[in-house]
């Protein structure tokens, strides 16, 4: 009597089927934030205020449990990251949050020194606290702070879309290889390209400092791609692939702010020296 073959396993589904159901999982995501982030945008004041204590308290848990300091160390630090987070909410003056952000970067690190704990939750706050009192500050309560938010956003946004779609049809040499082998050069100029062009966009629309704003759209598409290696390099330095799986088809939220906290920083930066530390929107939009 003749054994009965067993059958075959079910042939594994094509790359290009695969990437293409990853791309629909990445849209429907990024579709759900938008409807999230946009209408808070849109209210300003204290709805984005604490908008962004909730991001920069979720990008730091991330930034933790990637590098395995969810401990009392991390707590502690946690704590001295509210009173920044909290100095930003009650719309302390911007000098003293920032003198607040330096003292508690200087105690965090004299109790890690003393107690011989890790450096990375220290580091956490500094990331997790510029990002959000960056956002914070840069939207503020008027019109002026929602144009420089959406120039934000349309700078970051069109700068990750056309440096990935870029990326995938020239392809060429790696941009990073040992941080981050998929981003390749052709992509970084495609991003900052587009990047740029929608910067510029928002600022005719807005009426916005035209030529202030293109160099700044420039700086911004180039720091936020930046900022997507330096996050790779934190998730490499951990061997984690994402910060946490809280996204569906985007990793965790670091994995999708990264660009845009580190264009932030630089944008309030550059409203700072163009004479508005405490409004930023209006010395980028004045119109």
């Known amino acids: 009597m003749s054994e009965q073959a067993e059958p075959l396993p079910p042939e594994p589904p094509p790359v290009a089927a695969k990437k293409s159901s990853d791309l629909y999982i990445r849209i429907a995501s990024a579709i759900v934030l938008l409807a999230i982030v946009l209408p808070v945008a849109w209210r300003g004041g204290d709805w984005f205020r604490w908008f962004a204590v909730l991001l920069a308290f979720v990008i730091y848990g991330e930034w933790l449990a990637m590098a395995r300091t969810l401990n009392f160390q991390g707590l502690l630090h946690g704590l001295l990251l509210a009173l ?3 100095a930003m909410v009650t719309q302390t003056p911007v000098w003293a949050i920032f003198a607040i952000l330096v003292a508690v970067l200087i105690i965090g690190r004299a109790y890690d020194r003393l107690t011989g704990g890790s450096p990375w939750p ?4 500094a990331y997790a606290g510029l990002a959000g009192t960056c956002l914070g500050l840069l939207r503020g309560e008027d019109m002026p702070g ?3 938010l959406l120039f934000l956003f349309a700078t970051v946004w069109a700068t990750d879309i056309a440096a990935y779609f870029v990326g995938r049809a020239v392809g060429g040499p790696k941009l990073a ?13 495609g991003g900052a390209v587009a990047g740029t062009l929608a910067g510029i966009a928002v600022a005719f629309a807005a009426k916005g400092a035209v030529a202030l704003l293109a160099l700044a759209a ?3 598409s180039v720091v936020a791609q930046i900022g997507d290696l ?3 390099w934190v998730k490499r330095q951990h061997g984690a692939k994402d910060s946490s799986r809280l996204i569906p088809g985007h990793g965790g939220v670091m994995d999708r702010v990264d660009g845009l906290v580190a264009a932030a920083v630089i944008l309030y930066v550059i409203a700072a020296i163009a004479g508005a530390p405490s409004n930023p929107g209006r010395a980028l939009f004045p119109g």
């Open 84 to 86: 920044v987070l909290g």
């Open 230 to 232: 330096f996050e790779s």
């Open 146 to 148: 929602l144009y420089v």
């Open 218 to 220: 420039l700086s911004l």
């Open 122 to 125: 220290a580091a956490g706050v």
């Open 177 to 189: 290889r040992l941080i981050s082998p998929g981003k390749t050069w052709s992509g970084a100029l």
